[in-house]
């Protein structure tokens, strides 16, 4: 189960940092994963971490300002999203895949969470 927190609402340039909480598996196995669903569009990638702990990938809109993170000693994968801008606004969902690539296919993952909302205001 992967259950995330941290949305909210926010001001262009502000920053939050969400986090997902992982709980029934082994957490240090897992590829951690971040996709969001703006309004009106399709889900999209937005980050991962390998399980290795070796490998990030960024969607290019956000390299620079977002930055994935886990702590296998909390089950918890992070991220911290700074200098926000208004097409941020979106859905955010956690994903999981054990001993995944981060592969930005949300196909490959089968363990989601319920969604937080982000919406930045310009």
């Known amino acids: 189960q992967l259950v995330e927190s941290g949305g909210g609402l926010v001001q262009a340039g502000g920053s939050l940092r969400l986090s997902c909480a992982a709980s029934g598996r082994t957490f240090s196995t897992y590829t951690m994963a971040w996709f969001r669903q703006p309004p009106g569009k399709e889900r999209e990638f937005v980050a991962s971490a390998r399980w290795t702990g070796t490998h990030t990938y960024y969607t290019n809109s956000v390299k620079g300002r977002f930055t994935i993170s886990r702590d296998s000693a909390k089950n918890t994968a992070y991220l911290q999203m700074n200098s926000l801008q208004a097409e941020d606004t979106a859905v955010y969902y956690c994903?999981?895949?054990?001993?995944?690539?981060?592969?930005?296919?949300?196909?490959?993952?089968?363990?989601w969470g319920q969604g937080t909302q982000v919406t930045v205001s310009s």
């Open positions: 994903a999981a895949e054990e001993y995944g690539l981060g592969t930005s296919d949300e196909r490959r993952y089968d363990s």
